[in-house]
């Protein structure tokens, strides 16, 4: 692809990085991008802040994208809906939810996913991202069979004149279990070998 790549990570925090290709080198530069402001986009969205905004100073976007930010939305709609919460950790939330088998666990799931195609959308604009947006982190294969029936995409599409656009910018799910270890051995490769 053409342009800059946002990549972003969701796992047990969020990461978000840009990727610059030129024709000599791979620049990759670090941001602190999963620590910008949750925005809310609808009524839905702006309970559940009013719920994270209850225990956190500061709502972030990666106390809503990440691994633990299901737990999070999990917990703010049974508050808003007076539903009883699931004790259980994690882990266990997450098979409910990609099971299908608490329709709670789902919605937030659902949630999860069109926070991340707004957040997706937003950098790729911030960043000049044309190039394209990876998704990769701990939760990428998990949301694998999630991603193309959610909102995801209409979120990423909803930014007003630009919409057209996004529509053009590729997106992809990183699906290796260690990409690190690719970067991490491409840097080496830039730096060192001739």
Same mark, same amino acid.
């Given at each position: 692809?053409? @342009?800059? /790549? $946002?990549? +972003?990570?969701? @796992? $047990? ?15 990759? /530069?670090? $941001?602190?991008?999963?620590? &910008?402001?949750?925005?809310? #986009?609808?009524? &839905? ?31 703010? !709609?049974?508050? &808003? ?13 997450? *098979?409910?939810? #990609? ?12 949630? #999860? +996913?069109?926070?991340?195609? =707004?957040?997706?959308?937003?950098? *790729? ?13 701990? &939760? ?6 999630? !991603? ?9 599409? =909803? %930014? ?11 997106? %992809? +799910?990183? $699906? ?19």
């Amino acid at each position: 692809p053409q @342009g800059p /790549i $946002t990549v +972003l990570g969701p @796992g $047990t925090g969020l990461g978000v990085a840009l990727l610059h290709r030129s024709p000599s080198r791979v620049t990759v /530069i670090a $941001t602190e991008g999963g620590h &910008i402001d949750f925005a809310p #986009l609808d009524a &839905i969205e702006d309970a559940i802040l009013g719920q994270l905004r209850r225990r956190h100073r500061r709502v972030s976007v990666e106390r809503i994208v990440s691994g633990p930010g299901l737990a999070n939305l999990y917990e703010a !709609l049974a508050a &808003i809906e007076g539903q009883p919460v699931l004790t259980g950790d994690d882990k266990a939330l997450w *098979a409910l939810a #990609l099971a299908g088998q608490d329709p709670l666990a789902t919605a937030a799931l659902d949630r #999860l +996913l069109l926070c991340l195609g =707004a957040l997706a959308g937003d950098l *790729a604009l911030a960043h000049g991202s044309f190039g394209g947006v990876a998704l990769a982190g701990g &939760i990428g294969a998990r949301i694998a069979d999630h !991603l193309p029936r959610s909102g995801f995409e209409n979120r990423f599409r =909803a %930014k007003g004149r630009f919409e057209a656009r996004m529509a053009e910018i590729p997106v %992809k +799910l990183v $699906t290796h279990p260690q990409p690190g270890l690719y970067g991490a051995a491409a840097a080496f490769a830039q730096e060192h070998v001739r």
